[in-house]
């Protein structure tokens, strides 16, 4: 069974930068071709934010693009969130998933494992 920790969250100002880090362990290694980072603001739908293969090819959400970058290291078993140019509007609790599947497209939640969540605090 794959286990999912994120860490690195916490409060900035607007304009500001944080960095997220997701470690996976267990599992076999197969189980995390895909990882992704998604977020859910109070009241809101669980949204995808970036998604990285094994390979390193990535997707990013349009209100992301330009500000957040994502990678992954395989030897480490990580993935990393890059959040710059921070806006009162990423201010939610950030989750770390893994999958199998190659297309990896940060819009499907079908994922097979999930992390417990960092949550980011961004103020104007």
């Known amino acids: 069974q794959v286990q999912l920790q994120e860490s690195g969250g916490g409060s900035v100002q607007a304009g500001g930068s944080l960095r997220l880090s997701c470690a996976a362990s267990?599992?076999?290694?197969?189980?995390?071709?895909?990882m992704a980072w998604y977020r859910q603001a109070p009241g809101k739908e669980r949204e995808g934010v970036a998604s990285i293969n094994r390979l390193g090819t990535t997707t990013l959400a349009d209100s992301v693009k330009g500000r957040f970058t994502v990678s992954r290291d395989n030897v480490k078993s990580t993935v990393t969130l890059q959040m710059n140019s921070l806006k009162p509007e990423d201010t939610a609790m950030y989750y770390c998933?893994?999958?199998?599947?190659?297309?990896?497209?940060?819009?499907?939640?079908?994922?097979?494992?999930w992390g417990q969540g960092t949550q980011v605090t961004v103020s104007s």
């Open positions: 267990g599992g076999h290694i197969g189980s995390t071709v895909c």
């Open positions: 998933a893994a999958s199998s599947d190659w297309s990896c497209d940060y819009r499907s939640l079908l994922r097979d494992h």
